[in-house]
């Protein structure tokens, strides 16, 4: 009986200890999540990718900067509704500083349709006393109908002079396999206390392509995300393998 009891001791301790040791949207609920575990998976989750910054001048390939008479984003010749991947050479000072802004700008991504990083966005309401749990709950359990990867900066202001339209073929998903892209079909300002500055980008990505079938198949390895702004280029890759919680896949 003795060794019964130290058994079952010596399990609830490794149990214990397994509890707080995993990763927290594996082994809590978010009901019970603390500030560590809500700071631990904004930074370093699978679905968030901080400290990213904007890499050099890109083109389409195959084509110079300036030989598209198409106005394709990112090009010279793109004068179209004040695109993102207008030049600065192009601009006047205002803008141009905005530019150089947004090119020298540190920038987080949330892969925001995700439960967990919904639900941790909802669990930090709680705990600063702006949403009640039970509310977040409810929340939770709707789940969006697009794929939404939200973008934050420091300093919004070229999303903010450019517009929402102006991003719409600006920034795309990339799968590693298929080598298909995919465009967002909506994009959505996120705006501060005032009600005017932009704090946010919210892009959305259809679940499905025009003939019903699946935009991320479920063998999938790899999902680059582009944007461009001015000149330049933010690149980053999520791993769906990676993007699993307690419930399973969670994209």
């Given at each position: 009986?003795?060794?019964?009891?130290?058994?079952?001791?010596?399990?609830?301790?490794?149990?214990?200890?397994?509890?707080?040791?995993?990763?927290?949207?594996?082994?809590?609920?978010?009901?019970?999540?603390?500030?560590?575990?809500?700071?631990?998976?904004?930074?370093?989750?699978?679905?968030a990718h901080p400290n990213l910054t904007a890499?050099?001048?890109?083109?389409?390939?195959?084509?110079?900067?300036?030989?598209?008479?198409?106005?394709?984003?990112?090009?010279?010749?793109?004068?179209?509704?004040?695109?993102?991947?207008?030049?600065?050479?192009?601009?006047?000072?205002?803008?141009?500083?905005?530019?150089?802004?947004?090119?020298?700008?540190?920038?987080?991504?949330?892969?925001?349709?995700?439960?967990?990083?919904?639900?941790?966005?909802?669990?930090?309401?709680?705990?600063?006393?702006?949403?009640?749990?039970?509310?977040?709950?409810?929340?939770?359990?709707?789940?969006?109908?697009?794929?939404?990867?939200?973008?934050?900066?420091?300093?919004?202001?070229?999303?903010?002079?450019?517009?929402?339209?102006?991003?719409?073929?600006?920034?795309?998903?990339?799968?590693?396999?298929?080598?298909?892209?995919?465009?967002?079909?909506?994009?959505?300002?996120?705006?501060?206390?005032?009600?005017?500055?932009?704090?946010?980008?919210?892009?959305?990505?259809?679940?499905?392509?025009?003939?019903?079938?699946?935009?991320?198949?479920?063998?999938?390895?790899?999902?680059?995300?582009?944007?461009?702004?001015?000149?330049?280029?933010?690149?980053?890759?999520?791993?769906?393998?990676?993007?699993?919680?307690?419930?399973?896949?969670?994209?």
């Open positions: 009986m003795r060794k019964k009891i130290i058994g079952g001791i010596a399990f609830l301790i490794i149990a214990a200890l397994a509890w707080a040791g995993g990763d927290p949207w594996k082994s809590k609920p978010p009901s019970q999540w603390t500030e560590k575990d809500i700071a631990d998976i904004l930074q370093n989750s699978p679905w890499q050099g001048a890109w083109h389409p390939d195959g084509m110079s900067q300036a030989s598209s008479s198409g106005g394709i984003a990112g090009s010279k010749s793109d004068m179209s509704k004040g695109s993102a991947g207008a030049t600065p050479d192009s601009m006047g000072g205002t803008e141009k500083q905005d530019i150089a802004a947004a090119e020298s700008a540190t920038y987080v991504l949330f892969w925001w349709s995700s439960r967990t990083i919904r639900a941790a966005s909802m669990r930090k309401a709680v705990l600063k006393g702006t949403m009640k749990q039970e509310d977040a709950d409810k929340m939770l359990a709707n789940s969006p109908d697009d794929y939404m990867l939200l973008l934050q900066s420091a300093n919004m202001a070229l999303f903010q002079r450019r517009g929402e339209e102006a991003f719409e073929k600006s920034a795309w998903l990339q799968m590693k396999k298929s080598k298909e892209k995919v465009y967002p079909d909506k994009i959505d300002f996120l705006k501060g206390p005032d009600g005017s500055t932009v704090t946010g980008v919210i892009f959305h990505f259809p679940k499905k392509s025009a003939s019903g079938e699946p935009t991320i198949a479920t063998d999938e390895k790899e999902i680059d995300f582009y944007l461009l702004v001015g000149g330049s280029k933010i690149l980053t890759a999520f791993d769906p393998r990676k993007m699993v919680d307690s419930q399973g896949e969670d994209l």
